[in-house]
T-cell receptor, first 117, second 113 residues
Framework: GAGVSQSPRYKVAKRGQDVALRCDPISGHVSLFWYQQALGQGPEFLTYFQNEAQLDKSGLPSDRFFAERPEGSVSTLKIQRTQQEDSAVYLC???????????????FGSGTRLTVV | AQSVSQHNHHVILSEAASLELGCNYSYGGTVNLFWYVQYPGQHLQLLLKYFSGDPLVKGIKGFEAEFIKSKFSFNLRKPSVQWSDTAEYFCAVNAQNTDKLIFGTGTRLQVFP
């Protein structure tokens, strides 16, 4: 597609519920990143894939967060047993640079706004 | 650990005023530097980037930024802002040979006609 597509745009979850957020990167983009943006803050790195390999997951805040990209294209970020502090915008970005270096900058999606009530 | 500081959280200007948004980073090694912009209701877009060479970088829409290595700074400038520049601006740094961007907390710019 022309851009990075994320779904859903908005998600309201009850505390304790599991959620799954989807990212469709630009076709052919090797690298895929997930970021979390809390209200009033800048995006914070969560995890990075190169094709289907998850090369860096150092930013995942807890073991309730899990990301996958099984076929090297679409990625899913799953949050188990959601808590109020998980409320944020979750951004996906993709890049064509195979080394993972954002040499040309990422292309970001519009994000999924998650609200945990 | 790397960090990025944006000192101006909220800037209000009239059209045609000059703009300078501060950005400082902490990292001792070689870095790549970026400014991203987020217009209301839209996704983050790359405004400009610095990797090497001329420390004065020109981006889209008349924006420019200057990398001053000795000050660990990468300030964003525009000589004359327009109402359409109203947006949130994020400075970001990437240490070479790493995969992640570290963002500042952002500066909200409001331009009044």
């Amino acid at each position: 597609g022309a851009g990075v597509s994320q779904s859903p745009r908005y998600k309201v979850a009850k505390r304790g519920q599991d959620v799954a957020l989807r990212c469709d990167p630009i076709s052919g983009h090797v690298s895929l990143f997930w970021y979390q943006q809390a209200l009033g803050q800048g995006p914070e790195f969560l995890t990075y894939f190169q094709n289907e390999a998850q090369l860096d997951k150092s930013g995942l805040p807890s073991d309730r967060f899990f990301a996958e990209r099984p076929e090297g294209s679409v990625s899913t970020l799953k949050i188990q047993r959601t808590q109020q502090e998980d409320s944020a915008v979750y951004l996906c970005a993709s890049s064509s640079v195979s080394s993972g270096q954002p040499y040309y900058g990422y292309t970001f999606g519009s994000g999924t706004r998650l609200t945990v009530v | 650990a790397q960090s990025v500081s944006q000192h101006n959280h909220h800037v209000i200007l009239s059209e045609a005023a000059s703009l300078e948004l501060g950005c400082n980073y902490s990292y001792g090694g070689t870095v790549n530097l970026f400014w991203y912009v987020q217009y209301p209701g839209q996704h983050l877009q790359l405004l400009l980037k610095y990797f090497s060479g001329d420390p004065l970088v020109k981006g889209i829409k008349g924006f420019e930024a200057e990398f001053i290595k000795s000050k660990f700074s990468f300030n964003l400038r525009k000589p004359s802002v327009q109402w359409s520049d109203t947006a949130e601006y994020f400075c970001a740094v990437n240490a070479q040979n790493t995969d992640k961007l570290i963002f500042g907390t952002g500066t909200r710019l409001q331009v009044f006609p």
